[in-house]
């Protein structure tokens, strides 16, 4: 028997599976581990297949080491998705497969974590015996007492009663009283926070009839859905209902969100519901956490999966559901190698292993709903929030107004009059600023000279710490002491400018003194559960505001909320992407629907410079449908996607002449693949060689050659001939290839 492998090396000259021989009395699988001897070395590898023809000469065949694991780590249909992620990407399948395991499993870095446990070995009466005998009550007695009901317990926990229990429990197992052995012990990513009680929730009729449109599609297989409801429409209690029909089923369900903010909520929720059965995947966990969840999924012992984006990949028995939660959101993509849209590849494994699809979110993107419209999905509806309540009235301050009235501060007057009265009432507030930090940036105000990175082409930004403040790059995490005196002039009039979430934080202490304050972002949820444990402070009420970056913006169900502040709504506004005005409506008009979500009416103020940009007045309305139709008409008029597809050839180098060579060299390649293919051509509407918004990125220059082209097949058989002379790369310079990327920067 001989079995195809493909060896776990990233590299075009090995991106084809090895055949070894299977030894005598080994028994392997398709999806198996494998330790191979590869050249010199011994290396990891996949199986691909068993098969007993083999055309290479019996001297040359090399055997299979040993398995990995006694069980497939990979599925068949996880197997089968990595090779056509692989084609898509034009990658080596060793990348993709890499994608379906833990990353520390490779290598060994990570191993199966045992316990020691302590388990009684003697009928009681014997035990009490020996009890009895020792007048003086020692450590072997008291051992034995707590074994004394017959179950295994953990020799930690026996240590916390009786102190350094080792010796006792040694000579108790000698003289044949006890056994001692180990288990294998799982670690629990959850343990610190609290299952929220399954409240025994009654659908709405909206709820209902939406539930009833999945049923049918959950119960044959199959079925794709884009569940659109106003914030507070009661989507997640949908998809739950969804999800215990599919556990009826004796199916499994992925739920996948966007920010790992919102998974501690979400799994609280989903414990509630289902007990142990539900799983947590994101980048967040330690590597021992990820592990023993991925082999509880692997196992079948948990059945649902919540989890970022890589929880796409999750190893369940019986697939019946993927639900893609607040859809809209550009964190699906991946941007690093290999590149995939999360929405597709659960598109894909949906269809693969003939599941449902859902779909959901407030605002929708662009892309998803025109598809809906077009019937690739099923239009599900919710416009009422449930029970009917309101939605926030929100209240539009024009901040120049402000500036004239002599209010320099980031809250403006009626800003601040609605958060003293929240504070007095004893309800709860959020404040969006979509900037972390103290000031934006720093500037001299003799010459203009501004701070940046030494690593990229990026403003530096201050942050205020426990001591002294620092300038901090937001792209690469360099840091350096603000300068007293300007490098360029050597003025001394070096001034900060803009604000961030501590600045703000700054100015609602001064406001409301004693009422406390949390503020959620990158640089607070930096350490472990760093999100749940600031999200638990804000729901159990010991923090009373809220100030966070577009973290805080979605999908959070805090029902004691009546005000939300979007204090810079004009920082969404005015970035250079054609998609600015799209995630700006979705952010305002997300945050917005954090109000009001429990009894009392919310209130939302948004503090803009823009009052008459027509994304603030839709979003003030939350009128989904009268944005997507100004905005779809305005991306026909600019053919821009889904009109059309942007793509780009980036290259980038530590070496600016290099990344000038190849931006070059890649520039000529594709104007020659149109001279030769006039087909291709045709469908060609832009084709610019430029530097991006960013031109010099953690240490590396960078050039892209930007495309735009008509939605057609040709234009198909072109982007996968870019994806090769990508694939080819660039003398001194690495090449991407990026279709529709989630930033043009």
């Known amino acids: 028997m001989y079995c195809r492998v493909i060896v776990d090396i990233v590299h075009e000259n090995v991106a084809k599976p090895f055949t070894y021989l299977v030894p005598e009395g080994m028994k392997l699988a398709a999806g198996q581990r494998v330790a191979v001897p590869f050249g010199p070395r011994e290396k990891e590898g996949i199986v691909t297949e068993l098969t007993t023809e083999c055309d290479i000469p019996a001297e040359k065949i090399r055997a299979v080491l040993r398995p990995l694991e006694d069980y497939p780590a990979i599925p068949p249909e996880l197997m089968a998705l990595a090779q056509e992620m692989a084609v898509r990407a034009h990658c080596p399948p060793a990348e993709t497969l890499r994608l379906m395991l833990p990353a520390q499993m490779r290598g060994g870095r990570i191993r199966v974590k045992t316990i020691r446990m302590a388990q009684i070995a003697v009928p009681a009466a014997e035990a009490e015996a020996e009890i009895r005998k020792d007048r003086r009550n020692t450590k072997r007695s008291r051992l034995l007492e707590l074994l004394m009901n017959g179950e295994a317990a953990a020799v930690p926990e026996l240590a916390g009663q009786v102190k350094d229990p080792g010796e006792a429990l040694k000579k108790l197992e000698k003289d044949g009283l006890i056994r001692l052995f180990s288990e294998e012990f799982m670690r629990n990513p959850v343990s610190a926070f609290t299952d929220t009680k399954d409240p025994g929730y009654e659908l709405t009729p909206g709820q209902q009839e939406a539930l009833e449109e999945i049923l049918p599609s959950l119960k044959g297989g199959g079925g794709k859905f884009l569940l659109h409801g106003v914030t507070g429409s009661g989507k997640t209690e949908v998809f739950m209902k969804a999800v215990r029909e599919t556990l009826a089923m004796r199916k499994s369900a992925i739920i996948l969100v966007p920010e790992i903010a919102l998974t501690p909520q979400m799994v609280s929720w989903f414990r509630g519901r289902f007990g142990p059965v539900a799983a947590v995947i994101h980048s967040r966990l330690s590597a021992g956490e990820r592990y023993d969840e991925w082999r509880r999924i692997r196992r079948g012992e948990a059945r649902v999966v919540i989890g ?79 029970n009917d309540r309101p939605l926030p009235e929100v209240e539009i301050v024009d901040m120049r107004r402000e500036l004239e009235n002599g209010n320099r501060t980031v809250l403006s007057g009626a800003l601040r009059a609605a958060l003293k009265e929240c504070a007095a009432k004893g309800d709860q507030a959020i404040l969006l600023m979509n900037r972390r930090g103290y000031n934006s940036f720093v500037s001299c105000r003799t010459c203009g000279y501004v701070v940046k990175c030494r690593n990229c082409d990026i403003s530096m930004t201050y942050h205020i710490g426990d001591s002294d403040g620092r300038l901090r790059c937001h792209y690469c995490g360099a840091e350096t002491a ?29 406001l409301l003194p004693g009422v406390p304050v949390a503020r959620m972002d990158y640089d607070t949820t930096g350490t472990k559960d760093g999100h749940g444990k600031i999200l638990e402070e804000f729901r159990s009420g010991r923090a009373r505001i809220l100030i966070g970056t577009q973290m805080i913006a979605k999908g959070l169900d805090f029902p004691q909320v009546t005000l939300v502040g979007v204090v810079a709504a004009d920082i969404a506004l005015h970035l250079p992407d054609y998609r600015s005005r799209e995630r700006a409506f979705q952010l305002f008009t997300q945050v917005a629907g954090r109000a009001g979500r429990g009894r009392q009416s919310g209130r939302v103020i948004l503090q803009t410079y823009r009052p008459e940009d027509p994304v603030i007045g839709f979003a003030a309305k939350q009128d989904y449908r009268a944005f997507f139709e100004s905005e779809f008409r305005r991306r026909r008029n600019g053919l821009y996607p889904p009109f059309t597809i942007l793509a780009r050839l980036l290259a980038e180098s530590s070496a600016e002449e290099k990344v000038s060579e190849a931006a070059d060299m890649l520039e000529k390649q594709v104007r020659s693949l149109l001279e030769t293919h006039p087909e291709w051509k045709k469908k060609v509407l832009i ?15 960078r050039r892209h ?31 991407w290839f990026e279709v529709n990327p989630a930033s043009m920067m």
């Open 308 to 386: 970022a984006r890589s929880a796409v990949f999750s190893p369940v028995e019986r697939l019946g559901l993927i639900v893609v939660d607040e859809e809209h959101e550009n964190t699906y993509q991946n941007d690093r190698h290999p590149r995939y849209d999360t929405r597709e590849v659960a598109c894909s494994r949906c269809g693969r292993e003939n599941a449902t699809l859902i779909l959901a979110s407030a605002t929708p993107s662009i892309l998803s709903f025109a598809k809906a419209r077009r019937g690739d999905y099923v239009l599900l509806e919710m416009p009422n929030r449930v």
């Open 705 to 735: 050659i930007v495309i735009k082209a008509l939605v057609s097949r040709e234009t198909d058989e072109f982007f996968g001939a870019l994806t090769d002379t990508a694939a080819e790369g660039a003398e001194g310079a690495e090449v």
């Open 687 to 701: 084709l610019l060689k430029d530097t991006p918004p960013v031109k010099f990125l953690k240490g590396k220059f």
């Open 482 to 510: 603000p300068p007293e005196v300007c490098p360029a002039c050597g003025g001394h009039y070096i001034r900060y400018f803009g604000a961030g979430t501590q600045k703000v934080e700054e100015e609602v202490h001064k």
